[in-house]
């Protein structure tokens, strides 16, 4: 178990908390801390952003918005509301929807879609894969906002559907009836597709 | 195992958990890293910048993805403001800009105001459409035009767009209500699809719960490569 300093500098131990807080609570006043923090989540929130926006390169641009107002916002970073991962996904969160707001009309999503390319391997199976997980990220992209939100959270940065709760202002039953009629919306759509 | 045996779960899980590739580590790593260095915010993001020197007409309609294909390059150089400050008087969103009459007018501003080094390019569609904004790229020194609904179309929408925030319409409802402002408009060759909800951000709560109850809105629009326009509903 990790040692957490407190905000009064005390120590604590707190089995109840992941082991990214302390980091977080180091990374108050520690820039490595931060680093560290960052290395540990980047994927999470990259992969929840890619889920959400659909499109590799803007999802790595809002990821580092997130990263640099996660950096800024550190200060007042509380152990509370999920763990730091859904604290920073609700950062991520609204950098998207900052995004969006800024440039709507949204782009016409499938055009996008047409010029996404491959970096996959060549092997055809690979490929196929490939090919695969990418319309399921367009399908996933086109639900609902909040439904695509709590899937995004849910398979592609791993909270549970408490911490998802937490962060679309939802309880954990109702996120997790969100989640299955995504997943219930999804099943449908890829009957004929997959 | 075929995908078609798997579970929706196992590939919603395998797609949305597939890994970030090394090079988009470096690049995320190395963007966070400069921005650190210089201690302000490290990524304005190219879109955003685009998006911030457009001129008045982007709140009619701007596919940004179009544009920013149509205008590489586009970096930290913010465009001059007395040129900002012109072509944001060329355009507004209650008046029909045609194409001629744009590139016209630019062109006659870029002369008066000594930007000769400056170009208008034509983004898709916009060469043959009925209205046109523009959009400022300094890098690459062009003032891209792109196609923009004419203020009727526009007037029609946001009274539909308010009708389905107030009542709650089935999808087809929703597809008929745009169908009829573009209609009566004389617009042809559009489709109407099902798209993303894109909302009012003051108003995002309250449209989602209504979305969440069944009730379909109107989104946004867009085009495709190819000019085509799209106009988006959503719900569930």
Redo the contacts between chains.
Sequence with gaps: MEAIPSRAGEISARPDLDPSEGLALRARTDADAFGELYRMHREAVFRYLRARCRDDDLAMELAAVTFEKALRGIHGYRTKGGGVLAWLLRIARNAAADHERRQRPMVPQWRMNTDEVSHEPSPEDVAVRSDERRRIRLLVADLPEVQRDALAMRFGAGLTARQIGLVIGKNEEATQKLISRALGRLREVTHDQF | MT??N?A??D???????????P???A??DA??ER??SVRV???Q????RL??SLVAAVAV??????VA?IVPGSDEVPPPADLEAGMAGLFSEDACVSPPEAEEQINSLLADLGYAEWKVAHGTGAATTECVGAGLDSQTRTITLFMVLTPQVNEGLAAVREQLYRECRTRDEAVALVDAVLRDAGMEGYRVE?????V??DR??EI?RH??KGCWVY???????DGTR?F?V???
């Design positions: 995908s078609s798997r929706i779960e590939l919603v899980k395998e797609a949305l958990n597939e890994p970030m590739r090079a988009q580590i690049a995320l963007r966070l921005g650190r915010p490290f990524l993001g190219r879109a955003l998006s911030l309609a701007l596919p940004l993805a179009v294909g099902t798209g993303s909800l894109s009012p951000s995002a709560d989602e979305v969440e989104s946004t629009t867009g085009w495709t490569a799209m988006w959503a719900g569930t």
